[in-house]
């Protein structure tokens, strides 16, 4: 009987520790296509794809003005998110709330504020 005891707290503490675990991985899941505005030194719309990989994020942004294609990179952790676009030197930084993010972002010509939702997986 001591044995099933001890065996039932030992699977226990297992099955707990992968919860904990499990918890503390990023809640927002960012990966898909995200729609969004921006404001201030430029101001339009933005298209977002992201891969994500843990807190590691890549895809692509795309523009309304200026206008254009854009790599990104970035990381997301403790629901703060920060990335930037290779080449054009625009850093974006904000937080993420499920299916929605906000934040500000700069840029050599100046910076602004941007809000975003997810559209699809």
Known sequence: MRKHVLLGVALFA????GAAIAASSPSS???G??????SGAFA???TLHWRQTGSKLTGSITL????????ISGRMRD???QFGVVGAGA????SVHGTSMRGSYISP????TWSAHKTSK
């Open 14 to 17: 297992i099955c707990f520790s």
């Open 29 to 31: 899941k960012l990966a």
């Open 33 to 38: 296509k995200w729609s969004g505005t921006y």
């Open 44 to 46: 339009g719309k933005f």
């Open 64 to 71: 309304s003005n200026p206008a254009g294609q854009y790599s």
């Open 79 to 81: 629901g703060k998110i």
């Open 91 to 94: 850093t974006y930084k904000g």
């Open 109 to 112: 010509r100046g910076g602004g």
